[in-house]
Nanobody
Framework: QVQLAESGGGLVRPGGSLRLSCAAS????????MGWYRQAPGRQRELVAS???????KYADLVKGRFTISSDNAKNTVFLQMNSLKPEDTAVYYC??????????????WGQGTQVTVSS
């Protein structure tokens, strides 16, 4: 099994910044991709950003230029630096890991979610 522990959410004013972290532990053979998703009330969960083990990144159009995803592969940790936050960024943010637990088995794992609220 793989466990994900998120941290870093909170309340911030528009234009402010937050940094989310997600650390994975457990039976990890190798990590394929890591990512951040978010879900606002009444809306579907959507991809915010992702990063492969090789460092290739992808961003949702709404966050390009404002958010940066990075990782510390040695610590199985992924980060999301969020700058110039807007009220519409308010959501529960979830980290997601696509992990090989053995050479034959690959699965998705989710963090518990952390609330990000952007409000004046």
């Amino acid at each position: 099994q793989v466990q994900l522990a998120e941290s870093g959410g909170g309340l911030v004013r528009p234009g402010g910044s937050l940094r989310l972290s997600c650390a994975a532990s457990g039976s990890i053979f190798s990590i394929n991709t890591m990512g951040w998703y978010r879900q606002a009330p009444g809306r579907q969960r959507e991809l915010v950003a992702s990063i492969t083990s090789a460092g290739t990144t992808k961003y949702a159009d709404l966050v390009k230029g404002r958010f940066t995803i990075s990782s510390d592969n040695a610590k199985n940790t992924v980060f999301l630096q969020m700058n110039s936050l807007k009220p519409e960024d308010t959501a529960v943010y979830y980290c997601n890991y696509n992990v090989w637990t053995t050479i034959y088995s690959r699965s998705d794992y989710w963090g518990q979610g952390t609330q990000v609220t952007v409000s004046s």
